[in-house]
């Protein structure tokens, strides 16, 4: 992308209040057992608010996702759905344990990577690496609860999730055609050995606007979507192309506008493994 560019973009959000900004990385990765949803008596968070129940309530002051991005007001939020077949739950925002389960404190347990983004979020790139198996929920907050605060954590990577690369690369790419027309590339590649089972649920919605407003924000949607495998170097690729484009006005309460192609099922992918080459 070229700097220039890049640099017609910032002088258009200074100079003409082009809201090139509007649209980026502001959905949170991580919602659940935040003091911003803690409505306890006694201040305890991560209790008040789990990630296991994160799949079924509701949040108050935000959203959260995997490689999502939302606009400045977080009324229109885009995240990242996955499943592959085995877990018992969609895998929706990051998972980690609270202050009690780590033996040393919070920490979040999963590999991710922001590879990329422009000042004005015209471009950016991320990585999420998911496992083939079961997410192993139960076991990551066991052995940690178990050890001490002398002994190393217990990692992702020591439960013997990723053993054979058995686990996806997924690389979520965005790039704006104007301020607010945002294009998604969603690319799923299998890096273990056999074909094994993958669900891409890319996921539109706005959140919830508080009962005591007057008026809610609500945008009118219009998205295309486009499915294609293309073979590369190391192997089948899945990738996934939409365009989302926006067009925000102020309503009253109860007037909705419902996404183009609302009601879709799913698409079952299969991921077929990286060829095997001889050295």
């Known amino acids: 992308m070229s700097r220039i560019t890049e640099k017609q973009r910032l002088d258009e959000v200074r100079g003409e209040l082009i809201p090139w900004k509007k649209w980026g990385p502001y959905l949170s990765e991580r919602q659940w057992g935040t003091v911003r949803e803690d409505y306890s008596e006694n201040g305890n968070a991560w209790d008040y608010f789990s990630h296991d129940q994160a799949r079924s309530r509701a949040y108050r002051w935000g959203e959260d996702g995997l490689a999502g991005i939302s606009d400045d007001k977080q009324c229109l939020c885009f995240a990242l759905a996955l499943w592959n077949g085995k877990d ?4 929706e925002r990051l998972f980690g344990l609270t202050n009690s389960e780590g033996n040393h404190g919070e920490d979040v347990k999963e590999y991710y990577f922001y590879l990329d983004s422009t000042p004005t979020h015209s471009y950016m790139k991320y990585l999420y690496k998911y496992p083939q198996a079961a997410y192993p929920y139960a076991d990551l907050v066991k052995t940690n609860r178990q050890r001490t605060r002398n002994e190393f954590e217990y990692e992702l990577l020591d439960t013997g999730i990723f053993d054979g690369d058995r686990y996806f690369d997924i690389f979520v790419e965005y790039a704006k055609a104007g301020p607010e027309d945002v294009l998604v590339q969603i690319t799923g590649s299998n890096r273990g050995p056999e074909a094994a089972e993958l669900h891409l649920l ?9 009962t005591s407003s007057r008026t809610a924000m609500v945008s009118a949607l219009s998205m295309a979507e486009r499915r294609s495998f ?7 690729t899945l ?3 939409m365009s989302i484009s926006t067009a925000t006005t102020e309503r ?3 007037q909705t506008t419902r996404p183009a192609g609302q009601g879709s099922s799913p698409e079952l ?8 080459h001889s050295r």
Do not use: D, E, Q
Not at 230 to 236: F, Q
Not at 269 to 276: A, E
């Open 230 to 236: 293309r073979k590369t170097p190391t192997g089948v």
């Open 239 to 241: 990738c996934s192309f």
């Open 269 to 276: 992918c299969t991921c077929f493994p990286r060829p095997r």
């Open 88 to 91: 018992p739950i969609l895998k």
């Open 252 to 254: 009253g309460l109860g």
């Open 202 to 210: 890319p996921t539109l919605w706005r959140r919830m606007a508080s």
